[in-house]
């Protein structure tokens, strides 16, 4: 693996990015177990569509930010 001086602007981003979602979805997979029983019931998904949208993003993020990183390198450790 590359070692560089320090992350690139894009690594930092993609960080704070990915960091962000996680508290977004935090608070939203709040009520998930009773909207999944709810879709089982009657095909509703009102409060589990975005927490599950969220996990697929940041999913997707951070194998973009371990490209990103294999691509670019990453400093060495302290």
Same mark, same amino acid.
């Given at each position: 693996?590359?070692?560089?001086?320090?992350?690139?602007g894009?690594?930092?981003?993609?960080?704070? #990015?990915?960091?962000a979602? /996680?508290?977004? @979805?935090?608070?939203t997979?709040e009520?998930a177990r009773?909207?999944l029983?709810a879709?089982?019931?009657?095909g509703i998904?009102?409060?589990?569509?975005?927490?599950?949208a #969220?996990?697929?993003a940041? /999913?997707?993020? @951070?194998?973009?930010?371990?490209?990103?990183?294999l691509?670019?390198?990453?400093?060495?450790?302290?």
């Amino acid at each position: 693996m590359k070692t560089t001086k320090g992350y690139s602007g894009a690594q930092i981003g993609l960080h704070w #990015l990915i960091a962000a979602l /996680l508290v977004v @979805a935090w608070f939203t997979g709040e009520g998930a177990r009773a909207a999944l029983d709810a879709f089982e019931r009657q095909g509703i998904t009102s409060g589990f569509v975005p927490h599950v949208a #969220l996990g697929l993003a940041i /999913l997707g993020l @951070a194998v973009l930010r371990v490209l990103v990183r294999l691509g670019r390198g990453a400093p060495e450790p302290a």
